[in-house]
């Protein structure tokens, strides 16, 4: 079981950043492929990107990609979201979440979820 605690959303101007942070617990933090994914208003809940158990592997949505970066620390249990020229487009409630297997961008293959934070970005 783990159970996952974002946090740093807020409000920021378009072109500015963010950095969110989301918080595991349980001891095998390391044997996770965590995610980041994103809901706006009225739409269903996107891939942002991932990273693989180690950390070696990293996966963004083409919308993201040169924009956003995701890493780990296995040794604080934690999982972040650089998030920088930040867009209007951007605006969501970003949710962490935790997989047992290997990575994918489907939001069904995801075992575990964080209650999300709300990002919004001002034009």
């Known amino acids: 079981q783990v159970q996952l605690v974002e946090s740093g959303g807020g409000l920021v101007q378009a072109g500015g950043s963010l950095r969110l942070s989301c918080a595991a617990s349980g001891r095998t933090f390391s044997s996770y492929t965590m995610a980041w994914f994103r809901q706006a208003p009225g739409k269903e809940r996107e891939f942002v990107a991932a990273?693989?158990?180690?950390?070696?592997?990293?996966y963004y949505a083409d919308s993201v990609k040169g924009r956003f970066t995701i890493s780990r620390d296995n040794a604080k249990n934690t999982v972040s979201l650089q998030m920088n020229s930040l867009r209007p487009e951007d605006t969501a409630v970003y949710y962490c979440a935790a997989k047992t297997t290997a990575y994918s961008d489907r939001v069904g293959s995801y075992d575990y979820w964080g209650q999300g934070t709300q990002v919004t970005v001002s034009s």
């Open positions: 990273i693989s158990w180690g950390g070696g592997r990293t």
